[in-house]
Nanobody
Framework: QVQLVESGGGLVQPGGSLRLSCAAS????????MAWYRQAPGKERELVAA???????NYADSVKGRFTISRDNAKNTVYLQMNSLKPEDTAVYYC?????????WGQGTQVTVSS
């Protein structure tokens, strides 16, 4: 049974930084794409950033230049470094991993940006 465990969320002031981590356990399959999504109250879940196994990355326009996604393939872990945080970044952040033909989701971690 594959399990994704997220950590690193919390409360931060505008302009601050947080680093999210998501580690996969129990998988013997190669993980192709690792990604972070977020869902704010009353809104649909949206892609924040994704990274392929060969390192190609993709970012939502709203976070370009502020967020950086990275991965450690040996540890089956994906990270999201979030800088210059804004109140509109407040949401529950979910990690997602594709290990064909399966897709796995984390349980979510709350990020709140507020003064």
């Amino acid at each position: 049974q594959v399990q994704l465990v997220e950590s690193g969320g919390g409360l931060v002031q505008p302009g601050g930084s947080l680093r999210l981590s998501c580690a996969a356990s129990g998988s013997s399959r190669s993980i192709n794409v690792m990604a972070w999504y977020r869902q704010a109250p009353g809104k649909e879940r949206e892609l924040v950033a994704a990274i392929a196994s060969i390192g190609i990355t993709n970012y939502a326009d709203s976070v370009k230049g502020r967020f950086t996604i990275s991965r450690d393939n040996a540890k089956n872990t994906v990270y999201l470094q979030m800088n210059s945080l804004k109140p509109e970044d407040t949401a529950v952040y979910y990690c997602k991993m594709n290990a064909a033909p399966y897709v796995y989701w984390g349980q979510g971690t709350q990020v709140t940006v507020s003064s």
